[in-house]
Nanobody
Framework: QVQLVESGGGLVQAGGSLRLSCAVSGLTFSRLALGWFRQAPGKEREFVGTVSRNGGSKTLSESVKDRFTISRDNDKKTVYLQMNSLKPEDTATYYC????????????????????WGQGTQVTVSS
């Protein structure tokens, strides 16, 4: 049974930090490209960041690239999103996503590319 379980969301003041985690089970983690997306109320889900299968390539959206980092721990089968200098506009439900890929692949920044999704974790940033 494939499961992606996000955690670490919550309420934080502007300028604060949160670290989201996504634990993956039921898949061969080392073969996965992993991504984070977010969806604010009334808006479409948008790309936040992705990390390649081997962890060597990381891509973040322009709106977060100077504040967020993405990482993975293959031993723990977990992908992380470290969010610093949070802004009210970062308020959204954050989702992790996974896709089995060949060893070398381009950054996966499109929602439709991913095969597996978590249930989401809410991040609320107060002003």
């Amino acid at each position: 049974q494939v499961q992606l379980v996000e955690s670490g969301g919550g309420l934080v003041q502007a300028g604060g930090s949160l670290r989201l985690s996504c634990a993956v089970s039921g898949l061969t983690f080392s073969r996965l490209a992993l991504g984070w997306f977010r969806q604010a109320p009334g808006k479409e889900r948008e790309f936040v960041g992705t990390v390649s299968r081997n962890g060597g390539s990381k891509t973040l959206s322009e709106s977060v690239k100077d504040r967020f980092t993405i990482s993975r721990d293959n031993d723990k089968k977990t992908v992380y999103l470290q969010m610093n200098s949070l802004k009210p506009e970062d308020t959204a439900t954050y989702y992790c996503a996974a896709k089995s890929v060949i060893l070398t692949h381009p950054p996966l920044i499109t929602e439709a590319t991913y095969d597996y999704w978590g249930q989401g974790t809410q991040v609320t940033v107060s002003s």
